[in-house]
T-cell receptor, first 116, second 114 residues
Framework: KAGVTQTPRYLIKTRGQQVTLSCSPI?????VSWYQQTPGQGLQFLFE???????NKGNFPGRFSGRQFSNSRSEMNVSTLELGDSALYLC???????????????FGPGTRLTVL | AQSVTQLDSHVSVSEGTPVLLRCNYS??????LFWYVQHPNKGLQLLLK??????LVKGINGFEAEFKKSETSFHLTKPSAHMSDAAEYFC????????????FGKGTKLSVKP
C-alpha cells in the first residue's frame, strides 16, 4: 500500500507570495492533518480535515488555510508569506472517524518551504 | 493545561548499550501516548502507541515503553542500540477532549557511537 505522499518536496518562495502544498493520504484514509515543524517551535498542529470538512484547528493565523477534496487529498495554502513561515510542513493521514487523538497517524516525508 | 516534556534534548550512547529516552506528560484526562521517530529529511514513523490497554507497550525495532500513571511518564527504552537508531525521537500525547489534535514534545536527538 502506498504511503502518504506530499508534493512538492522542496519549495523556495519570497516574502509576500503565496504557496500551495499538496498531500495524498493512504488509500482509504479519510482524515488528513497538517503540521508545521521548525527548529524553534518544534512540531505544531495546523489543522485536520475529515470528509472535506475542517474538524480541528491549531493556533495559526488566517493566512494558513486548507481544504480537502472528495478523494481525501488535501491542500494547504499559505498567503502573504513571511520569513518565519520557513519550515518543514508535514501531512499525516489516519483512518479514524474519531480523529487523531485515538488513531495512528501516518506521516508523509514533508515539504520543505524556504521563504527568502 | 495538557503538555508533554521530553527531559533530554540530546542522548548519546554506544552501539550495543541500552537506550533510555524520557518523557513526562501533564493531563487532566486519560491520554493516548505515542513515540515517533524521524530520520534526517524524512517524515515521522510510529514506533509504538499506548491507548489504555497494557501499560508495557512493545513497538517496532525492539523499542518498548512503559506507561506509569503515578509518575505521569512514558519513557522509551531499547536494550541494545544499533547505529541505525540514530535519529530524533518525539513523544506525542493526545487527550480526549483536546479537539483531537496531537501535542508533540520538543524531541530527543539520539546519537549512537560505534
Amino acid at each position: 500500500k502506498a504511503g502518504v505522499t506530499q508534493t512538492p518536496r522542496y519549495l523556495i518562495k519570497t516574502r509576500g507570495q503565496q504557496v500551495t502544498l499538496s498531500c495524498s493520504p493512504i488509500s482509504g484514509h479519510r482524515s488528513v492533518s497538517w503540521y508545521q515543524q521548525t527548529p524553534g517551535q518544534g512540531l505544531q498542529f495546523l489543522f485536520e480535515y475529515f470528509s472535506e470538512t475542517q474538524r480541528n484547528k491549531g493556533n495559526f493565523p488566517g493566512r494558513f488555510s486548507g481544504r480537502q477534496f472528495s478523494n481525501s487529498r488535501s491542500e494547504m495554502n499559505v498567503s502573504t508569506l513571511e520569513l518565519g513561515d520557513s519550515a518543514l510542513y508535514l501531512c499525516a493521514s489516519s483512518l479514524a472517524a474519531q480523529g487523531p487523538s485515538t488513531d495512528t497517524q501516518y506521516f508523509g516525508p514533508g515539504t520543505r518551504l524556504t521563504v527568502l | 493545561a495538557q503538555s508533554v516534556t521530553q527531559l533530554d534534548s540530546h542522548v548519546s550512547v554506544s552501539e550495543g548499550t541500552p537506550v533510555l529516552l524520557r518523557c513526562n506528560y501533564s493531563s487532566s484526562y486519560s491520554p493516548s501516548l505515542f513515540w515517533y521517530v524521524q530520520h534526517p529529511n524524512k517524515g515521522l514513523q510510529l514506533l509504538l502507541k499506548y491507548t489504555s490497554a497494557a501499560t508495557l507497550v512493545k513497538g517496532i525495532n525492539g523499542f518498548e515503553a512503559e506507561f506509569k500513571k503515578s509518575e505521569t511518564s512514558f519513557h522509551l527504552t531499547k536494550p541494545s542500540a544499533h547505529m541505525s537508531d540514530a535519529a530524533e525521537y518525539f513523544c506525542v500525547v493526545s487527550f480526549r477532549g483536546s479537539q483531537g489534535n496531537l501535542i508533540f514534545g520538543k524531541g530527543t536527538k539520539l546519537s549512537v557511537k560505534p
